[in-house]
């Protein structure tokens, strides 16, 4: 019986030892091409305000002749954008915005959103403390 208990600690120490760290399981930003920095206006359509990522879904404004493209924009957690002035209510569906992205290197539409500025007030915000602040100057 001891043995038993023994066998089955020690399996239980081995499989919480072998569990990946957190940051291994984490994916990168790869996928964005950091190189080439595009700017979109549009209107947001929806936000996902949860861990790991703050998703955002951007109906950009077509072109004369162009088709309406749904752009999924993907931000840091929301911890980190609440360091930087970020909340829950910072963008609301319906606001007209213009964005920076760093684009998909597969060409499809979406990106890592830098800065965003909201139309209507002139607020930009900012997904990364290199870029400064975020402002409520226009």
């Given at each position: ?5 023994t ?17 291994e ?14 700017t ?8 996902l ?35 930087y ?6 963008l ?21 959103l ?5 139309l ?13 602040q ?5």
């Amino acid at each position: 019986m001891n043995r038993s208990i023994t066998t089955v600690l020690a399996f239980c120490a081995v499989a919480v030892v072998a569990q990946p760290y957190p940051a291994e399981a984490h994916h990168s930003f790869a996928m964005y091409d950091p190189t080439r920095l595009v700017t979109l206006k549009g209107t947001i359509k929806s936000i996902l305000w949860s861990n790991p990522h703050v998703v955002i879904w951007l109906i950009r404004e077509p072109a004369t002749g162009e088709a309406t493209q749904t752009w999924t924009l993907e931000l840091s957690s929301p911890g980190y954008l609440a360091r930087y002035g970020w909340g829950r209510t910072s963008l609301k569906p319906g606001d007209p915005v213009e964005v920076q992205i760093f684009p998909l290197r597969s060409g499809d539409t979406g990106g890592s959103l830098r800065t965003v500025k909201i139309l209507n007030t002139g607020q930009v915000l900012y997904s990364n403390a290199n870029q400064g602040q975020s402002s409520a100057q226009p």
